[in-house]
């Protein structure tokens, strides 16, 4: 066993001794600290003129809503909201520049994209037609909202009321809560998360083609583990790279953002940040979720490119061919209607990283067992990973 | 100690690399002695465990070449092989250590021995892409022998050592002959004259002749001439025979070459080489490497 450690040790080696990889690995720190700071750069402009930078600006918008915070969302918040924005005059510019706005309506920002999401409102200005009654019913209306939009889908009935009971298990009222740090670092987590599938693409994509383009693979596979202990101890390189990789960079990103935005607000229910989703979770239950699935996709992302090192003659294709895989996807929109493939082009790696898919209407049923979709993300992961590392395993070993 | 290769061919779409090669190696240094592909590189590939045989088997004391075991009883310096350029020397020797199983300590001890062996010793902690041609292979016959390996194949070791390091070099494998097998390849006839006890010839995927330096020369033995004649007769003799050495001396031209009977009157008979034997061999491979 000692000698396998040692082993994984000489595969880590090889990583870090390119002075390459330590500054693709400094540059990836740098880049995802600066842009969980991306929002606070920069300043907000009225009428051509600095109003207020951008960081001051968060601290106002945390300081209302700190403000607000403990309380239920309820006819009481949602009538001061709704009383705050019929202050705002007609406007032909943005209502957020008015003085209105910014004197009375700012604090309930929040409040009124809960309102809007919940009661369908794509305009500002219908929330003033909102009565006192429409508000006491908040609750019925935004349940009403869930399961219209479940009943649009195409899912099958059996999916369609499991997404419905699902909804149901939504704890009602909600408590409100500052969670401008979590709702922050949920955004930061995507550009982090890709990231990650580059740098793993790059640092781990020599695993095996590096051996041949070296010419080290003779030396290493007639060597005495060379066809089973130093494979393994590659794939284990690999994956727990991948590993210590997401756990450094999402810790990058929650300890920055948290230190700037504020780490309040992980008990407040999700629904906080999106107001129609189906799942009991808190804020914090859904940051756990979301950085598995990160995990799960970058795992999937690293076996990819091991099973492409060990068939390909050169760690350049390999990465040629991640960045193809990691890049093309962004730019295909898969529409829901034959739920079927746009589960299945969810479930390519770089897809994986969207939080409103993860925390989706959608139910899956499998074959007869219903099922989340961040739980088929995490089974698919890893099955083709248990799949795709043997390949990788046998195509080293046989390579001639 | 036995390395049974039995009917082993390697063929590739519809050119047969190394053509069923049976040979039982016991004990000793074997040199491998043929022109650029012959298949020779091929065939230690194989006897590597690194190249899968199109079919035939190769086993050392009953053990399979695809075995650990196998592999746990074999060193191997392949021709053309990398290392890792930011390790240092020590570094690269402790890896390749643990690939062979060395425990830390004895693998530790184990580098140090033989970088002082290879003249390694003061250049260990350089990185190895500060060295030269001739250290690389000095270090890349260090890692072969790391395991003390009861068969040693070696790929053109003596490629980019200087003459003493060859020496040098010669000495080592005399020694490490005497209780393993040993095989080496190599363009330069004399390192195998002098260290291989045995001698392979291989030409076309296949070993033409084999035995001892006396009995293989024996082959072209009353074959070789020396003789020194005018341009004319020269220009004659060369289109005639295999040249193994032509010097120019004033107006007169210096032959030696291989023919049945004495091509002038002058002609002396004199002692064959492995040299001679090689290109008389070799006389229509490699055209474009002739001596005229």
């Given at each position: 066993?000692?000698?396998?450690?040692?082993?994984?040790?000489?595969?880590?080696?090889?990583?870090?001794?390119?002075?390459?990889?330590?500054?693709?690995?400094?540059?990836?720190?740098?880049?995802?600290?600066?842009?969980?700071?991306?929002?606070?750069?920069?300043?907000?402009?009225?009428?051509?003129?600095?109003?207020?930078?951008?960081?001051?600006?968060?601290?106002?918008?945390?300081?209302?809503?700190?403000?607000?915070?403990?309380?239920?969302?309820?006819?009481?918040?949602?009538?001061?909201?709704?009383?705050?924005?019929?202050?705002?005059?007609?406007?032909?510019?943005?209502?957020?520049?008015?003085?209105?706005?910014?004197?009375?309506?700012?604090?309930?920002?929040e409040?009124?994209?809960?309102?809007?999401?919940?009661?369908?409102?794509?305009?500002?200005?219908?929330?003033?037609?909102?009565?006192?009654?429409?508000?006491?019913?908040f609750?019925?209306?935004?349940?009403g909202?869930?399961e219209?939009?479940?009943?649009?889908?195409?899912?099958?009935?059996?999916?369609?009321?499991?997404?419905v009971?699902?909804?149901?298990?939504?704890?009602?009222?909600?408590?409100?809560?500052?969670?401008?740090?979590?709702?922050r670092?949920?955004s930061?987590?995507?550009?982090?998360?890709?990231?990650?599938?580059?740098?793993?693409?790059?640092c781990?994509?020599?695993?095996?083609s590096?051996?041949?383009?070296?010419?080290?693979d003779?030396?290493?596979?007639?060597?005495?583990?060379?066809k089973?202990?130093?494979?393994?101890?590659?794939?284990?390189?690999?994956?727990?790279?991948?590993?210590?990789?997401?756990?450094?960079?999402?810790?990058?990103?929650?300890?920055t953002?948290?230190?700037?935005?504020?780490?309040?607000?992980?008990?407040?229910?999700?629904?906080?940040?999106?107001?129609?989703?189906?799942?009991?979770?808190?804020?914090?239950?859904?940051?756990l979720?979301?950085?598995?699935?990160?995990?799960?996709?970058?795992?999937?992302?690293?076996?990819?490119?091991?099973?492409?090192?060990?068939?390909?003659?050169?760690?350049?294709m390999?990465?040629?061919?991640?960045?193809?895989?990691?890049?093309?996807?962004?730019?295909?929109?898969?529409?829901?209607?034959?739920?079927?493939?746009?589960?299945l082009?969810?479930?390519i790696?770089?897809?994986?990283?969207?939080?409103?898919?993860?925390?989706d209407?959608?139910?899956?049923?499998?074959?007869?067992l219903?099922?989340?979709?961040?739980?088929?993300?995490?089974?698919?992961s890893?099955?083709?990973?248990?799949?795709?590392?043997?390949?990788?395993?046998?195509?080293?070993?046989?390579?001639? | 100690?036995?390395?049974?290769?039995?009917?082993?061919?390697?063929?590739?779409?519809?050119?047969?690399a190394?053509d069923r090669?049976?040979?039982?190696?016991?004990?000793?240094?074997?040199?491998?002695?043929?022109?650029?592909?012959?298949?020779?590189t091929?065939?230690?590939?194989?006897?590597?465990?690194?190249?899968?045989?199109?079919?035939?088997?190769?086993?050392?004391?009953?053990?399979?070449?695809?075995?650990?075991?196998?592999?746990?009883?074999?060193?191997?310096?392949?021709?053309?092989?990398?290392?890792?350029?930011?390790?240092?020397?020590?570094?690269?020797?402790?890896?390749?250590?643990?690939?062979?199983?060395?425990?830390?300590?004895?693998?530790?001890?184990?580098?140090?021995e033989?970088?002082?062996?290879?003249?390694l010793?003061?250049?260990?902690?350089?990185?190895?892409?500060?060295?030269?041609?001739?250290?690389?292979?000095?270090l890349?016959?260090?890692?072969?022998?790391l395991?003390?390996?009861?068969?040693?194949?070696?790929?053109?070791?003596?490629?980019?050592?200087?003459p003493?390091?060859?020496?040098?070099?010669?000495?080592?494998?005399?020694?490490?002959?005497?209780?393993r097998?040993?095989?080496?390849?190599?363009?330069?006839?004399?390192?195998?004259?002098?260290?291989?006890?045995?001698?392979?010839?291989?030409?076309?995927g296949q070993?033409?002749?084999?035995?001892?330096?006396?009995?293989?020369?024996?082959?072209?033995?009353?074959?070789?001439?020396?003789c020194?004649?005018?341009?004319?007769?020269a220009?004659?003799?060369?289109?005639?025979?295999?040249?193994?050495?032509?010097?120019?001396?004033n107006?007169?031209?210096?032959?030696?070459?291989?023919?049945?009977?004495?091509?002038?009157?002058?002609?002396?008979?004199?002692?064959?080489?492995?040299?001679?034997?090689?290109?008389?061999?070799f006389?229509?491979?490699?055209?474009?490497?002739?001596?005229?």
């Open positions: 066993m000692k000698s396998f450690f040692r082993l994984i040790g000489f595969e880590y080696k090889k990583i870090f001794k390119k002075r390459s990889n330590i500054v693709i690995l400094l540059i990836a720190v740098f880049l995802t600290a600066f842009s969980s700071l991306g929002p606070l750069m920069g300043n907000y402009y009225i009428k051509g003129e600095i109003f207020e930078s951008n960081y001051e600006g968060m601290k106002r918008d945390r300081e209302y809503i700190r403000s607000l915070s403990d309380r239920e969302v309820g006819s009481d918040i949602l009538s001061e909201a709704i009383g705050a924005y019929s202050l705002i005059p007609p406007t032909d510019g943005k209502y957020t520049d008015t003085d209105e706005y910014q004197r009375y309506a700012r604090p309930y920002s409040i009124n994209y809960i309102i809007r999401k919940s009661y369908g409102m794509n305009d500002w200005k219908e929330v003033k037609s909102l009565t006192g009654k429409d508000v006491k019913s609750y019925d209306v935004r349940q909202a869930v219209r939009s479940i009943e649009e889908t195409t899912m099958s009935p059996a999916e369609k009321s499991a997404s009971s699902l909804s149901r298990q939504v704890k009602t009222p909600f408590a409100y809560s500052y969670t401008g740090g979590y709702t670092f949920f930061q987590m995507y550009t982090t998360a890709i990231l990650i599938c580059f740098i793993c693409s790059i781990i994509a020599p695993l095996f590096g051996e041949y383009t070296d010419k080290t003779s030396l290493i596979l007639s060597s005495k583990y060379g089973n202990k130093v494979i393994h101890a590659k794939l284990i390189t690999g994956i727990s790279f991948s590993v210590l990789l997401t756990i450094m960079l999402t810790i990058v990103s929650y300890v953002v948290m230190m700037f935005f504020g780490r309040e607000g992980g008990e407040a229910p999700i629904q906080i940040f999106l107001p129609l989703s189906i799942h009991p979770f808190t804020i914090v239950q859904a940051a979720l979301y950085f598995t699935i990160v995990l799960m996709g970058n795992l999937l992302s690293a076996a990819i490119v091991m099973l492409l090192s060990a068939r390909l003659k050169s760690p350049f390999v990465m040629v061919i991640m960045t193809v895989i990691t890049v093309s996807p962004m730019f295909i929109n898969i529409s829901e209607n034959t739920l079927w493939i746009y589960h082009f969810n479930l790696p770089v897809n994986m990283f969207y939080l409103s898919r993860i925390l209407k959608f139910s899956i049923d499998l074959f007869g219903i099922v989340q979709p961040y739980e088929v993300t995490v089974i698919f890893v099955a083709l990973g248990i799949i795709l590392m043997p390949l990788a395993y046998s195509g080293f070993k046989k390579h001639n | 100690m036995e390395l049974i290769i039995d009917r082993l061919t390697k063929q590739y779409k519809n050119k047969i190394v090669i049976s040979l039982t190696l016991n004990k000793g240094v074997y040199g491998l002695l043929g022109a650029n592909g012959s298949g020779k091929t065939l230690m590939r194989m006897l590597c465990g690194v190249l899968k045989p199109t079919s035939g088997e190769v086993k050392f004391n009953g053990i399979d070449v695809s075995q650990e075991e196998y592999r746990d009883s074999l060193g191997y310096l392949p021709q053309d092989f990398g290392y890792y350029p930011e390790f240092t020397a020590y570094e690269f020797l402790l890896y390749m250590a643990s690939l062979k199983g060395l425990a830390k300590q004895s693998a530790k001890d184990k580098a140090k033989l970088l002082e062996l290879v003249s010793s003061d250049s260990a902690k350089k990185k190895i892409k500060t060295y030269s041609g001739g250290m690389k292979q000095r890349g016959i260090a890692q072969a022998i395991n003390n390996p009861k068969i040693l194949i070696l790929d053109e070791p003596t490629a980019g050592l200087d003493k390091e060859r020496v040098r070099f010669r000495n080592l494998i005399s020694q490490l002959g005497t209780d097998i040993i095989l080496l390849s190599t363009h330069i006839v004399s390192d195998i004259e002098n260290i291989a006890g045995m001698i392979l010839i291989m030409k076309d070993i033409v002749h084999k035995g001892g330096l006396d009995e293989i020369i024996k082959a072209i033995d009353g074959r070789v001439f020396e020194t004649v005018d341009a004319g007769e220009g004659k003799l060369i289109s005639m025979h295999t040249i193994t050495n032509f010097r120019q001396e107006d007169k031209t210096f032959l030696r070459l291989i023919c049945d009977k004495s091509p002038c009157e002058n002609a002396i008979s004199v002692k064959a080489t492995l040299e001679d034997l090689y290109l008389y061999y006389k229509e491979v490699n055209t474009d490497e002739k001596l005229f």
